[in-house]
């Protein structure tokens, strides 16, 4: 979801669809964020038929591309965080919120969320094909 909403940003953008006040820039962390969609296409690709190699794929090409690009994303929004927390100013703003904090906010729930569920996946799959290798 929020690779659609990513990709839409920067289409956008380099398009020159609406004005930049309509539609902020993305920041250059951005871009290579939206190689996340790889490990989204594993994951999809795992699911039919409970393919644990696909699983695993996913869960390290999330680590590249999308922790990765969110720890530079972090490193690179800092100055503006810090910003808002020292002087309480924002310049950009997500339904009345500065967009910094709801930034910091997203990265930390979807890596959290998206790494517990791959492991809760991945365990669960895993005892099952436990179980049926020693049935036979």
């Known amino acids: 979801m929020t690779c659609l909403l990513l990709a839409a940003q920067v289409m956008v953008n380099q398009l020159n669809l609406v004005s930049h006040s309509v539609v902020a820039a993305p920041y250059q962390w951005e871009y290579p964020y939206l190689l996340s969609i790889i490990p989204s296409l594993f994951s999809f690709m795992a699911l039919p038929k409970n393919n644990i190699s696909y699983l ?56 959290h969320g998206w790494q517990i569920y791959n492991k809760k996946l991945l365990d669960a799959w895993f005892t099952s094909t436990q179980e049926e290798e020693m049935r036979t």
């Open 56 to 111: 695993v794929i996913s869960m390290i090409s999330a680590g590249l591309f999308c922790i990765a690009s969110l720890i530079y994303g972090g490193m690179e929004m800092f100055p503006v965080a810090q910003q808002l927390y020292r002087h309480g100013k924002a310049y950009r703003f997500i339904f009345g919120f500065s967009s910094v904090s709801v930034m910091y906010l997203v990265m930390v729930v979807q890596v």
